[in-house]
Nanobody, 123 residues
Framework: QVQLVESGGGSVQAGGSLILSCAASGNTANRNCMGWFRQSPEKEREGVAGIVSDGSARYTDSVQGRFTISQDNAKNTLYLQMNSLKLEDTAMYYC?????????????????WGQGTQVTVSS
């Protein structure tokens, strides 16, 4: 089992930036995909960004060009750099670890979830 702990959420004005971090511990394996999901009230949890073992990344259309996912395998830490934040980016953000061979962009890909960190963007 893997434990995932997010940090870095908070409140920011529209147009600002935040960096989310996710520290993984336990039976980690670098070959699994890792990803960030988000969920706002009355909406389904959606995949925001996913990264696989070769370093290639995918993004949902609404964050393409604004968000960057990265990982430091030596530190077992996943990051999400969020720039040009918009009001609609407000949500609880979850770190996730998924099946090897998946993209970590769908909830069905996921093995382990973090507890979430809140991001609130205001005008």
């Amino acid at each position: 089992q893997v434990q995932l702990v997010e940090s870095g959420g908070g409140s920011v004005q529209a147009g600002g930036s935040l960096i989310l971090s996710c520290a993984a511990s336990g039976n980690t394996a670098n070959r699994n995909c890792m990803g960030w999901f988000r969920q706002s009230p009355e909406k389904e949890r959606e995949g925001v960004a996913g990264i696989v073992s070769d370093g290639s990344a995918r993004y949902t259309d609404s964050v393409q060009g604004r968000f960057t996912i990265s990982q430091d395998n030596a530190k077992n830490t996943l990051y999400l750099q969020m720039n040009s934040l918009k009001l609609e980016d407000t949500a609880m953000y979850y770190c996730a670890r998924g099946w090897y061979g998946s993209a970590c962009m769908s909830t069905g890909d996921i093995l382990d979830w973090g507890q979430g960190t809140q991001v609130t963007v205001s005008s």
